[in-house]
């Protein structure tokens, strides 16, 4: 008895139960899409890619995609970069603040931002009206690519602000201090030094903006005006082309799996090229900054931080006027309030039940995964570690379709429910808590560990109760990131959703789409509230100031 208690390995168990759950909620969704791309009425065909291939117009939203993604990412890294540099070089005004305003440019969807710059200066937008009225000068259009690059580089780049500041602060200063005793300073030193050092951290950045710019639909639905994107394609050829066949819409979902899988696969081998490891011991210390050079650094940094934050904050305005439809009347008024909470009164709850279980699920797996990675370097483990990130690189639009297709039917009837989407979540999601949790467990002894089970605690016990806690930093980190990005889903949620399982992005969303403003600005009020409570929990609970990735 005694000898099978030594040789039981609750690991093992825990490595096939988490294989097992990625076995039923990701991988089989994704051979019945592939089945359904590739066979009709049990026959193969390839009737549904010649289809596609066939017509200009689905060609055409693929390198529509490509443009705007590369371009908003150049655009993202040209903004973000110099801007997380000057943050953690130089004592800017009001710092604190600034960080905090940055991560909130980044925590509403995208959609939101192009519903707001539409307000400013769509043909009707009070910024288009003011200057028309001043100047005889016609305002630039901002719809169609315009707009969407627009929209997505001031949504996106603080993603490259919090990658990038990581990086630097794992900079040693003294290499600093060393290219400045050798007359390396200013422009050639930022490109010669800190460039390079922070490049593995750079491509990681570069990968998820354009991800998310790929895989983002609202933004081009609501400003693009023409410039079709490849994730409007699918949601429309999977809700309006195919009706009850749903085909051509897997077919789709194919074509963006194999784009995504070898942007992928590009990122990875660039990245290899420039792979090392940095630990810092004498992290950057700011230096104060006077004259001319405090003028430009500051007015760069707090110009393109309000810049980018003006659609949140007169989306909050509005949801304060009077409204009719797309009409903002004279006075204020809490009307919009009143109904978004008698209305669909179920988005705000569902919002923090469904985002929170999620969350929890996200937590737990992504802590076990972590262990099993970093521990228990297996086969099996590493298969895991691989399927882990392969939401990564699909759209959310696909991984919702594939749902669908998979648990619409018996044995497993999910669609319509809560639970579909609390599954959608985490499979989304988890990527980024992951990643967290790995690279701090990366930087814990074994022997911590080890010294717990000389003492008479079980595997399990030291794991929870030592490495666990030692974890929490990383582990929150990543926790916040996945849940932004979980209250603030759209790609995938709108797929799967119902008036049962609405959601305050859903809701506001389904508002700007039929033209009441008002009621969609009071939901997106709402949605930035919760994000600030929830930074505001995260900066309190880990006792950090500052939140990098």
Not at 225 to 254: L, M
Not at 358 to 364: C, G, Q
Request: glycine content about 6%.
């Amino acid at each position: 008895m005694t000898d099978s208690k030594k040789n039981f390995d609750v690991w093992k168990i825990v490595s096939l139960a988490i294989l097992g759950l990625y076995a039923l909620f990701l991988i089989y969704p994704l051979v019945r899409l592939l089945y359904n791309a590739f066979f009709y009425h049990g026959a193969f065909t390839l009737e549904q890619f010649q289809k596609f291939f066939s017509q200009s117009y689905y060609i055409k939203s693929i390198f529509n995609s490509i443009k705007v993604s590369l371009c908003a990412t150049v655009l993202t890294l040209v903004i973000g970069i110099p801007l997380a540099y000057f943050y953690q070089m130089f004592e800017i005004k009001g710092q604190s603040v600034l960080q905090v305003i940055i991560i909130l440019c980044s925590m509403s969807a995208p959609f939101i931002g192009a519903y707001s710059w539409i307000m400013l200066l769509g043909r009707s937008g009070i910024i288009t009206q003011f200057i028309e009225s001043i100047i005889p000068v016609r305002v630039p259009n901002i719809y169609g690519f315009n707009g969407v690059l627009l929209v997505l580089a001031l949504q996106l780049f603080p993603l490259v602000f919090l990658y990038v500041s990581g990086a630097l602060k794992n900079i040693d200063n003294s290499l600093l201090e060393a290219s400045e005793n050798m007359g390396c300073t200013g422009v050639k030193r930022f490109f010669t030094l800190v460039i390079p050092l922070c490049m593995p951290t750079i491509i990681a950045a570069t990968l998820m903006v354009f991800m998310r710019a790929f895989a983002d639909f609202g933004t081009p639905l609501l400003i693009g005006e023409g410039y079709q994107t490849f994730p409007v394609v699918i949601y429309n050829s999977y809700f309006a082309e195919t009706g009850g066949d749903h085909n051509f819409g897997a077919a789709i979902s194919v074509i963006a799996i194999i784009i995504t899988a070898i942007i992928f696969l590009i990122q990875r081998y660039v990245n290899n090229q420039f792979r090392f490891t940095m630990n810092a011991m004498h992290s950057i210390e700011r230096k104060p900054i006077h004259g001319i050079k405090a003028f430009f650094i500051n007015f760069y940094c707090w110009f393109i931080v309000l810049l980018a934050f003006m659609p949140q904050v007169y989306v909050m305005y509005t949801s304060f006027l009077k409204t009719s439809g797309k009409i903002f009347l004279p006075g204020y008024s809490l009307d919009s309030y009143r109904y978004a909470f008698t209305h669909l009164r179920n988005a705000i709850p569902n919002t923090f039940l469904i985002g929170g279980l999620a969350l929890i699920i996200v937590i737990i797996l992504a802590i076990l995964i972590a262990y099993l990675v970093v521990r228990r370097n297996n086969a099996v483990n590493r298969i895991i570690d691989t399927i882990s990130m392969v939401p990564y690189i699909i759209p959310g639009s696909v991984v919702g379709i594939a749902l669908v297709m998979a648990f619409n039917k018996k044995p497993i009837v999910l669609a319509g429910t809560a639970i579909i989407m609390i599954v959608a979540l985490v499979i989304r999601r988890i990527p980024y808590t992951i990643r967290s949790s790995t690279a701090t467990l990366q930087q814990i002894p074994m022997s911590i560990e080890e010294a717990a089970i000389s003492l008479g605690s079980s595997k399990l016990k030291a794991f929870f109760t030592i490495t666990v806690p030692m974890m929490a930093n990383g582990i929150l980190s990543g926790a916040i990131m996945s849940w932004v990005t979980i209250i603030t889903e759209l790609s995938t949620a709108i797929i799967l959703y119902n008036l049962k399982t609405i959601t305050l992005t859903l809701a506001t969303y389904t508002y700007v789409s039929r033209g009441n403003y008002g009621i969609a600005a009071a939901y997106a009020t709402i949605l930035t509230v919760a994000t600030v409570i929830s930074m505001l929990l995260y900066m309190k609970v880990t006792g950090n100031k500052e939140i990098s990735f």
